[in-house]
């Protein structure tokens, strides 16, 4: 079984923090994506990346960065939290090259910042 | 640009089929259709993919008419487990213009 895990569910941090959510994939997938999904606004990409090192920007980058050092691992980085960034985070993996191939997510970490 | 649309909410009884039709009048020629269900505190798992016409797993079918506007995912004979929300997917792989258009979910409720 594919498994998808992420490093906390819930997550309450302070305006101007530096946050890091982590993902790990255990499939040897090579990619790996990070959203937010917001009521009323469903699953929007913020970054995906295709191998190690390799990233490309989604939908919603802004205030966002990201970091593969390993194949296993995909860290979503918010440099400043804000309150808007207050949000159900979800990773998920795929094992082909190409991004509609199905996607493995993991539980979500629902972030909240105050 | 593909955009999906699909309804909000739906309602059906256990043993019914249910059909979830989504609306992408812009899709393009490499795009895939993809839909995903998604329980509460979870995230979304994989149902089915399509390209055109007809496919069939053992949990769903997925049917693409020729001008690929619109998908319609079928469940049969739903139980109280299906309850949950469905999403709709238009991807490409295509080059430089790789792109994820997500629907913004159907809410399904399965009465007893």
């Known amino acids: 079984d594919v498994k998808v895990t992420q490093s906390s569910r819930y997550l309450v941090k302070r305006t101007g923090e530096k946050v890091f959510l982590e993902c790990v994939q255990d499939m040897d997938h090579e990619n790996m994506f990070w959203y937010r999904q917001d009521p009323g606004l469903g699953l929007r990409l913020i970054y995906f990346s295709y191998d190690v090192k390799m990233k490309e920007k989604g939908d919603i980058p802004e205030g966002y960065s990201v970091s593969r050092e390993k194949k296993e691992r995909f860290s979503l980085i918010l440099e400043s939290a804000s309150t808007n960034q207050t949000s159900m985070y979800l990773c998920?993996?795929?094992?082909?090259?190409?991004?509609?191939?199905?996607?493995?997510f993991g539980p979500g970490t629902r972030l909240t910042v105050t | 640009l593909a955009k999906t649309t699909q309804p909000i909410s739906m309602d059906s009884y256990e043993g019914q089929e249910v059909n979830i039709t989504c609306s992408h009048n812009n899709i393009a020629t490499n795009d895939y259709i993809t839909w995903y269900q998604q329980f509460p505190s979870q995230g979304p798992r994989f149902i089915i993919q399509g390209y055109k016409t007809k496919v069939t797993n053992e949990v769903a079918s997925l049917f693409i008419p020729a001008d690929r506007k619109s998908s319609t995912l079928s469940l049969p004979r739903v139980s109280l487990s299906d309850t949950a929300v469905y999403y709709c997917?238009?991807?490409?792989?295509?080059?430089?213009?790789?792109?994820?258009?997500w629907g913004l979910g159907t809410s399904l409720a399965v009465n007893p």
């Open positions: 997917l238009v991807g490409t792989n295509a080059g430089n213009n790789r792109k994820l258009i």
């Open positions: 998920a993996s795929s094992y082909r090259q190409g991004i509609t191939y199905e996607q493995y």
